[in-house]
């Protein structure tokens, strides 16, 4: 199974750029990257996902490498409710596979 | 449009009873996952239905069980409950699980065995 690799922890100040990489140097072929985020224990939500083109949707940009081996989830104007768990997960078999997340604190 | 709802949000239950845990996905999905979210193992993956089959299961012992019903609502349940079986219970929902749709979690409910 593909997994991942993030740093544990991410600081941020307030209305810039948040910038989140993540490891998944034994992706398949055909895995989607996912990433979510987790306010609090409350119900993870989903941000965005991707294959090996890059994504934009309202909430955030994702920027997959091409080799795929890495990707980086953008938050492009963060505020203080961005600070949550944000997890890079792969699908496989139909289950995610969640690592351990990065701690994102956004600073006032 | 309503979102994924699982009842009941908080639960108390004492060592060695059982535990039912309900599901009621976004409407029109027919896939239903279920994840137990701990501070010491994080989000581990329980089970997977899809129009009333289990497609997929974790590494739990076999006192976690589900099912699916008809209108694609879930129950997990848990017997023979052991303390560490206190978790954040995640339903989550998708159209059809394959490899690009995403899934929606509901708000989880927080299981205590004491």
């Known amino acids: 199974d593909a997994k991942t690799t993030q740093p544990p922890s991410m600081d941020c100040a307030e209305g810039r750029a948040a910038n989140l990489p993540c490891n998944h140097s034994?992706?398949?072929?055909?895995?989607?990257v996912y990433w979510y985020r987790q306010i609090h224990s409350q119900g993870p939500q989903y941000i965005i996902h991707?294959?090996?083109?890059?994504e934009t949707n309202e909430m955030a940009s994702l920027i997959i490498t091409e080799d795929r081996k890495s990707s980086t989830l953008i938050l492009p104007h963060a505020t203080l409710r961005d600070t949550a768990v944000y997890y890079c997960?792969?699908?496989?078999?139909?289950?995610?596979?969640w690592g351990a997340g990065t701690k994102l604190i956004i600073k006032p | 449009k309503a979102g994924v709802t699982q009842t009941p949000r908080y639960l108390i239950k004492t060592r060695g009873q059982q535990v039912t845990l309900s599901c009621s996905p976004i409407?029109?999905?027919?896939?239903v996952s279920w994840y137990q979210q701990t501070p010491g193992q994080g989000l581990q993956f329980l089970f997977e239905?899809?129009?009333?089959?289990?497609?997929n299961k974790g590494n739990f012992p076999g006192r976690f069980s589900g099912r699916q019903f008809s209108n694609s609502r879930s129950e997990m349940n848990v017997s023979t409950l052991e303390l560490g079986d206190s978790a954040l219970y995640l339903c989550?929902?998708?159209?059809?699980?394959?490899?690009?749709?995403?899934?929606?979690f509901g708000q989880g409910t927080r299981l205590t065995v004491v």
């Open positions: 409407s029109g999905h027919r896939s």
């Open positions: 239905y899809f129009s009333e089959t289990q497609r």
């Open positions: 989550a929902s998708s159209l059809s699980w394959g490899v690009n749709t995403e899934a929606f």
């Open positions: 034994t992706i398949s072929g055909n895995e989607y």
């Open positions: 997960i792969v699908i496989n078999n139909y289950q995610l596979i």
């Open positions: 991707g294959l090996k083109n890059n």
